[in-house]
């Protein structure tokens, strides 16, 4: 007998009919003999229009109070799915993420799993149960409801495989894997059979929507198998996992978007020891996460830093840098929302030479202007306008001829 872990997100929970059928998928792998822990998301929109209640309130909305208001939707969800499969003659109970022993720090909104007392899960189990627990919160030092931010059931999900140890981890969503690039910009995106913990973080954190950073993050760390695959099919799907022999790897497996980009550029920042930890700790204190950074040369003992944050960020975060420009003289600042970010992902990158000049290449022959440009060993990114991104994903796609993995 084996331990499974399976998440389900909000478009797999949506309805009482896609509880029903997921409830049926559940049941039929409890028959097989293994032992099931399921995470569950909000029921669809529930966590949208939580907020929009929420914003009613008024413009202070506290984090705390907000953390207590959107644990509810996995609740909700977790608890309609036990009713569904005790219906089926398959016996189940329902857990909140504290009830469960999911620890975590007190960031709330923004809350990281600090450990899992994994006792009540494993009694449940013994009872023959299908555990079935909120996704998306924890309980923190001071006993409070946390949430883990957009995506944190998956990061549950992984955790919790993690603690587990569990043969595998399953991500059900409304697509059938990880794919070349959005299948809804790229009609000939390709299904990846396979994906290495590396290029799956990557792709993660550049954008692509199909598995939370933390989660690929938290499946690198403790090897946790991963397979992403669709709740409505019975297809296979993409398995995340350490793949060995990187160099027999494509240059490029994938194209990310990422279109909750927002910049800031500072002019005539002074060049002195200092200045660029003042302005990053600042940013950093106020939660604010910085993605690329670039400084210009120096002229005259001055130069600029353009740097990208997320654009929903972007309100909270004018002020903070308005005062950061008087505190370290520089003579002023633009910002703008106009931007996205398109990046090419591969691990066989490190071994293949001329893979950004392949993407420059393609995006110059478009017409679209790259305004910056971040790399890692596996990952090139460029920050282009927003209006030119779908243009960017299929030229690369072409370029790469990722329509050709097999």
Known sequence: MSLIVAKFGGSSVASIDKIK??????KGMRDKGDDIVVVVSAMGDTTDELIELANLTGHDLCKREMDML?????????????????????????????????????????????GIETG????ELKQGNVVIIAGFQGLSPQGDITTLGRGGSDTTAVALAACLDALRCMIFTDVEGVFTADPRIVKEAKKLPKISYEEMLEMASLGAGVLQPRAAEFAMLYNVDVEVLS????????????????????AVSGIAHDLNCARFALFDVPDQPGIAKTLFKTLAAENINVDIIIQSAMRDGRNDIAFTIEENELTRAIPVVEGLVKKICASGMTYGKDVAKVSIVGAGMQSNIGVAAAMFEALADEGINIHMISTSEIRVSCVIDECHINEA????????????IE
């Open 231 to 250: 709740s409505f099919s019975h297809n296979p799907g993409t398995i995340i996992t350490e793949v060995a022999n990187m160099e027999n790897h494509r």
């Open 393 to 404: 994903i299929k030229a690369l796609h072409r370029k790469f001829e990722l329509d050709k």
């Open 120 to 123: 009540r899960i494993k009694n």
């Open 21 to 26: 059928h997921i409830a049926g998928r559940i």
């Open 70 to 114: 959107l644990a509810t939707g996995e609740q909700q969800s977790a608890a309609l799915l036990a009713l569904t499969l005790n219906n089926f003659a398959c016996s189940s109970i329902s857990l909140t993420g504290w009830q469960a022993g999911i620890k975590s720090d007190d960031s709330h909104s923004k809350a990281r799993i600090t």
